[in-house]
């Protein structure tokens, strides 16, 4: 069973296909005595607080009641797969089917001398299977409002989809009573009513592919608490009565000695109490060198003993380690986002029951006024056609397919309409530090000797040769012929030394210095104390602290050029690191950041972005660490860059795959472009239906010509969204529209 933090129950739910179904199934779990439930449309979950003697089932029980599925959370990820994979087979089945109905349909239906035999039979086989297989996930979501007398944006495809098939359906068995309709310029021959199944096949094909590609940018929604869980180690070895137990991690109590090998996870918060090893903490600071610990050393659960047998008294286990807290950060700022409310279902909760009456008032008011039963449902099958949303669920797909594509060709990738939304209002760009604005790889920048020896970074390359810490990886690769070394040994948590030349060479810190009872000269202490951003690593030879070697993580080529443009955009930029003050400041100074903001650790960075939406602030977050995975949910649009780690891109909006910082700036001005276009094309499908009802009402456009006016309003919407081809074909610095 899976339980959140506070011992709430957590479940998968399936079958929702807007926010209105979460607020149903939510009020449906809160109507049993003592429950009290949430239930997130984004991520597709479910967490319920169950009273005593209450079941897990029976909370599953109340949801499939509901007309949805639901399962403890654990298998998200295959789960919703198999649902992509299923609406994807739907839309390849419509689309197959669809092209060759569209041709056949209406070139037959309006020039009869292309006629055949058996044509009409044709076309209905063509178009069976798309409007029963393609289109139920329609049908089925229509059927389920209906037994909650609720409706939506699926009741009316739905209806528009069967009313259109069934008169046509209707119009080839029994044999059409009238001499075609009017389009304007004449009339069509008898049969035209064929041409209502390409309405059907166009109608799903199009909305399927919409439903197909929102699911697919909601599926990482789930990616973040997924791959924070799996950060954790799952077993733990507990030093009880002088012999080593291995235990599931969550046996851990606080107090326990933990035994933690090379290579393996911490298994809890706790502090050293025997041992040095070096521990990689990339995971919850992002700081790409190993922290070096020892007796009364604080270590992080999560985190990774790089080398040496630590072993480690746990001070915090469970929901209290730090992992653990970073996953409930990530999980409420999913819900926070998931509060982001849909224009399409908000209006459609209203328009959807007002068609359904207009279109039975149309078909009531022509019977009471004398005409036929063939005129009156032909002016009502006309009301609920052209009131098909086609074009309302093409507005948002197809302006976030065409965005989408073009920010690929710039390299970023948009996961979803939520990043559209976002970004109509970012005014402050936080940057990360390590690993964002820099590489995350440690350089030589130079080297200095304190006793006139020019020979400091060869004896330093050849010891460090043999090394396998970040910093004399860096040192060994700056030494391009270092001479032999014998007697190499890691020093653990301190440096390393060997023999070179005949030699003794110690390189290390100044406290692996004093550990060796080798004096460090002021001059040394001097030299340490003003390198600013920089890391300072003393060189010994002989008993004698002979020079220095100076190393930084480098600053990206693009970032001050990154930082320009988004200043030129009107943009505020923060750069947030958990590096000390002297390095941050001077890396934000070098790239132009207006403000720093250091040592901090992965919840102080949630509570710097919050305090700056507090502010009043609109902000974007850039990160490429796990330990940045929770500020980036946190933010109004989080940014991840591609090489960083994969609890980052799943917790962002964006994923820059451009090794550019320049890409920021793109994402800002290319979505305010799509979300503007999104705009257009709502207006111009909600116009266009405010105007066309009416119409349709009151005859003036019979079902033939309410498709075709349908159909022509979804190419205007596809072709204002494929102007977005073009957006940012010159890199021009224009403010995000929107």
């Known amino acids: 069973m899976t339980t959140t933090t506070d011992g709430a129950v957590e479940l998968s739910v399936s079958g929702m296909t807007c926010a209105a179904c979460a607020t149903r199934i939510e009020r449906k779990l809160n109507k049993v005595e003592g429950v009290r439930a949430t239930v997130n449309y984004a991520t597709e979950r479910a967490v319920v607080h169950l009273p005593q003697g209450m079941h897990t089932d029976d909370a599953v029980r109340v949801v499939r009641d509901a007309g949805y599925d639901a399962s403890v959370a654990g298998h998200d990820r295959e789960r919703t797969g198999d649902t992509v994979a299923g609406l994807r087979r739907r839309l390849v089945v419509a689309a197959v089917l669809a092209i060759p109905l569209g041709n056949l349909s209406i070139s037959l239906a309006l020039v009869p001398a292309l006629r055949f035999p058996g044509w009409e039979a044709l076309c209905v086989l063509l178009a069976l299977p798309v409007v029963t297989y393609s289109a139920w996930p329609f049908h089925r979501a229509a059927l389920r409002n209906l037994r909650h007398g609720a409706s939506s944006m699926d009741t009316l495809v739905s209806l528009g989809v069967l009313a259109s098939f069934g008169w046509a359906l209707w119009s080839l068995v029994a044999g059409s009573s009238g001499p075609g309709y009017w389009l304007g310029f004449g009339v069509t021959a008898e049969g035209a009513d064929a041409v209502y199944l390409d309405v059907a096949a166009g109608v799903t094909t199009f909305l399927l592919a919409g439903r197909y590609f929102e699911l697919r940018s909601r599926r990482s929604a789930v990616g973040l608490l997924t791959a924070l869980a799996g950060i954790a180690a799952k077993d733990a070895r507990v030093l009880r009565d002088g012999a080593e137990t291995t235990v599931p991690a969550a046996a851990v109590l606080v107090g326990d000695l933990l035994v933690v090998r090379p290579g393996e996870a911490l ?44 072993l480690v008294r746990a ?74 949303p086609c074009a309302l669920g093409l507005a948002t797909p197809t302006a976030l397919m065409v965005g989408v594509a073009r920010a690929a060709q710039l390299g970023i990738l948009v996961k979803g309409p939520e990043v559209l939304e976002a970004t ?53 690769a700056a030494c391009d012929d270092p001479p032999p070394v014998t007697g190499f040994e890691a020093l ?52 004698e602290v002979v020079g220095g070697i100076a190393l930084r993580d480098t600053v990206r080529p693009s970032a001050r050029d990154a930082v320009a443009r ?25 790239i132009g950041v207006g403000e720093v903001i250091a040592n901090v650790r992965p919840a102080d960075k949630v509570a710097a972005v919050e305090r700056l939406r507090a502010q009043g602030r609109h902000v974007a977050m850039v990160g490429d660490g796990i330990n940045d995975g929770p500020a980036l949910a946190a933010a109004d649009l989080g940014m991840a860059v591609a090489h960083g780690s994969d ?36 207006v111009w499908a909600f116009g266009y239906n405010a105007a066309a009802l009416p119409l349709a009402a009151f005859g003036l456009l019979n079902p033939l010509i309410a498709g075709a006016a349908m159909s022509l309003s979804s190419v205007l919407v596809v072709a204002n969204s494929l102007r977005l081809r073009t957006a940012l074909a010159t890199r021009a610095d224009t403010p995000a529209e929107g």
């Open 492 to 543: 653990i948590g301190a440096g390393a030394r060997g023999e070179v030349g005949g030699a003794p060479v110690a390189v290390g810190s100044a406290e692996l210095m004093a550990r060796l009872d080798l004096p460090v000269p002021a001059s040394a202490t001097a030299w340490l104390s003003g390198l600013g951003a920089a890391t300072g690593v003393l060189v010994a030879r002989d008993g």
């Open 424 to 476: 109509r209002a970012v005014d402050t760009v936080v940057l990360d530090k390590t690993g964002t604005v820099t590489t995350g790889r440690m350089e030589v920048t130079g080297t200095t000797s304190f006793t006139g020896a020019r020979d400091v970074l060869r004896w330093a390359g050849a010891v460090e040769a043999a090394s396998e810490h970040p910093i004399g990886v860096a040192i060994a």
């Open 315 to 388: 001070t915090a286990v469970g929901a209290n380690t730090q992992l653990a807290q970073m996953r409930a950060l990530a999980e409420q700022a999913a819900q926070r986002k998931a509060a982001v409310q849909r224009l399409v279902d908000r209006v459609c909760a209203v328009f959807v029951p007002v068609v359904l009456v207009l279109s039975a008032l149309t078909l009531a008011g022509w019977l009471l006024t004398g005409h036929s039963a063939r005129e009156a449902f032909t002016a009502a099958v006309a009301v609920l056609i052209i009131a098909c």
């Open 267 to 310: 298994p809890a918060d706790g502090v050293v109490t025997e041992g040095y090893s070096a521990v990689d903490t990339a995971s919850m600071t992002g700081e790409p060198v190993p922290v070096e610990v020892g007796p009364g050393d604080h270590v992080t659960g999560g985190t990774v003993n790089s080398a040496g047998r630590l």
């Open 566 to 590: 988004l200043h030129s955009l009107g943009l505020r930029t923060v750069l947030l690191t958990g590096d000390h003050e002297v390095a941050a400041h001077a890396v934000g100074a070098e």
């Open 647 to 682: 609890i980052a891109a799943q917790a962002a909006d964006v994923v820059l795959v451009r090794d550019d910082l320049g890409a920021i700036a793109d994402t800002v001005v290319l979505a305010g472009r799509t979300l503007a276009t999104i705009r257009g094309n709502l």
